[in-house]
């Protein structure tokens, strides 16, 4: 019997099967959508990933003439292996046949069937075959289109003075992608939020998305016009959209940085909006410039000198009543730098410079804990990253600073300690003044700053039908906190273990627990910070009883 003293918040049982024409995706997939899902990240940003593994699937890398920004666009590999990869081509020159894969180093049977179905050696020509009658005829046009209404009415639609949803409850979304080999693309977005108006009120279409994409022509390796993401390093200097972070993969915490990408999610926040690309300058020297203008939602304050300022930015994308529609792109935001990139098979190492510059100046306002949040119209950031390869350990990390602020560091290691364990340590130290909007790294709070941490996670294999994934990360902010007065420390667990005893069959078993801190409540007559626990258990059975069907069943229990 679970003791009186602990509340149980809710008891979830979630017992579903389903048809699933395609069993490709692997449970490091799986695992990683969820990751992703679990921190707050959008359903379409989670479909870029399946999107991405489409592709790939109808369009394999050629292991024989790819790159490494190729092969990290494969989640099913970590940096450690696209390491030993690019080490074993320049050690034994190109491969024979797939079956090689097997001779190389942190190379394992189930990473090898994970990776076969997105990888080739036979490279097709596509610039070769280049023209309007093969655009038309080869190139993939994808349309999607997508209804949602919730059937009960959400209190935003009801009489509320001041806040009642000013459009219908309907939810729509209308994508066009085009993709000609891997050389062209194009997309288009329209997407309509439950609550917002469509075609009665201003604006008609609320948001709208789209760009033009060339790669690999010449010394040209990518150039995009509209919108685009920029993923470098491991998140502290200079990256955009979605990121894994902490999760039963405990590889995914050393960040695979693609460079440019043409944006195709729907998130309306986190993308640039301009003209970028990559230029080959000579040899494994990489020069990627770019700028971007757009407007943001952001609540603006008027001042008693009667000039505007503001606090924070709108990420939500939201524009349902009438204050979320007055504060729609209230604000020029402006961004402009390079990236100077050195790519080989071992080390690789990038600078990062840019400024961003704001139509109306941040202050940071009266609460304490907003002392060191950045105040101003422009902001200046630079920073450097490297990885390196030494033998059976791949090395990483990351320094940023800001001008007239504090520097983040993130240093870690990845190790393939023996063929069944595999171990990684990162360390991250941010300041409590270090400012960057741009900024995406490992951490516990949503911003690179005031925070101080250690994670160490281990997988662990003692049998082919045996996995045990582990981490623990401790983490403390020197500095205050929204709802915590004074400094503060915590730390979280999760252990993992999974049975295979076939490939149609398939056992999990979760625990993760964290542990924080926070004020007392209202009235409480303790002086000092009080616990805050949240503890999860997981069991799961994923059956493949037929060639087209699966079944999974879940239980979890949050307390």
Known sequence: MMPASLRLLFLLILIFSGILLSAQEGEQVKDLKESLAENGNEEEDISDLTDQLDFFRKHPIDLNHTHPEDLKKLICLSPLQISSFFRYLSQNGKLIDLLELQSIPDFDLETIDRLLPFVT??????????????????GISQVMFRYGRLLEQQKGFRNLAGSRY??????????????????????????????????????????????IALYKYRRIRKLVIGDYSLQFGQGLSLWSGFSFGKGPDV??????????????????????????????????????PFFSFRKRDASLTVMPDGTSSLSTIDESGLHRT????????????????????????????GFVGYQSSYGHSFTNGSPAYKRYYFAGRKLSNMGFHYNYTFRNVYFYGEVSHSINGGTAILQGAMASLSPRLSAVFVYRNYDKDHHNFFSQAIGEASETANEKGAYLGLNFSPHSHWKLSVYFDY?????????????????????????????????????????????PDAGSLVPSLVPLLK????????????????????????Q
């Open 535 to 558: 503890t999860n258990y997981r069991l799961e059975c994923n059956w493949q009883f037929h060639r087209k069907f699966k079944s999974q069943q879940r239980i979890e229990l949050v």
């Open 322 to 349: 009438q204050t979320e529609i007055k504060n729609r792109k209230t604000l020029q935001q402006q961004v402009y730098g390079l990236v100077l990139q050195y790519i080989g098979d071992q080390f690789s190492a």
């Open 251 to 288: 590889t995914s915490v050393a960040s695979k940085d693609i460079g440019l990408k043409a944006y195709t999610s729907t998130n309306e926040g986190s993308f640039f909006r301009g003209i970028a690309g990559t230029v080959q300058l000579f040899g494994n020297f990489y020069l990627s």
């Open 475 to 519: 983490f403390k902010f020197p500095w205050l906190k929204y709802r915590v007065d004074s400094a503060s420390s915590g730390y979280e667990v999760l252990a993992q273990l999974r049975y295979t005893p076939s490939k149609k069959l398939q056992i999990t078993a979760r625990f993760k627990t964290e542990h924080k801190q926070q004020n």
């Open 121 to 138: 050696l036979s490279p097709a020509t596509a610039y070769s075959q280049l023209n309007l009658k093969n655009l038309y005829q080869q």
């Open 166 to 211: 000013l459009g219908s409850p309907d939810k729509l979304l209308l994508r066009y992608k085009y993709q000609y080999s891997d050389i062209l693309s194009a997309s288009l977005l329209l997407k309509k939020d439950a609550g917002e108006t469509l075609f009665n009120g201003k604006p008609a279409i609320d948001f709208l998305s789209g760009n």
